[in-house]
């Protein structure tokens, strides 16, 4: 059974730094993509990053490109998503999930994190 279990949201004011991390199992971990999406009250689920665990390719939407850095650790089936110089507008729940191809659409991705809630006050 693939899980994927998110930890390290919570509240930070403007200016400030979280890690998120999205722990793995039930699939072969280098085989696969994780993404990183979030969502809003009111709006649509938006992309965020990805990383394709067999090669380390990234990337980035333009709205975190320069303050988010997302990594793995393959020995650890987990990835990270490294938030800095955060925004109120990135005030979202967070979701990770598995797919099966580096993109960053969100019908590419099978399953799913049950989600993390990220608050930043101004």
């Known amino acids: 059974e693939v899980q994927l279990v998110e930890s390290g949201g919570g509240l930070v004011q403007a200016g400030g730094s979280l890690r998120l991390s999205c722990a793995a199992s039930?699939?072969?971990?280098?085989?696969?993509?994780i993404g990183w999406f979030r969502q809003a009250p009111g709006k649509e689920r938006e992309g965020v990053s990805c990383i394709g665990l067999r090669d380390g390719s990234t990337y980035y939407e333009d709205s975190v490109e320069g303050r988010f850095t997302i990594s793995s650790d393959n020995a650890k089936n987990t990835v990270f998503l490294q938030m800095n110089s955060l925004k109120p507008e990135d005030t979202a729940v967070y979701y990770c999930a598995e797919g099966t191809v580096f993109i960053m659409n969100d019908s590419a991705y099978d399953y799913w994190g049950q989600g993390n809630q990220v608050t930043v006050s101004s």
């Open positions: 039930g699939f072969t971990f280098d085989d696969y993509a």
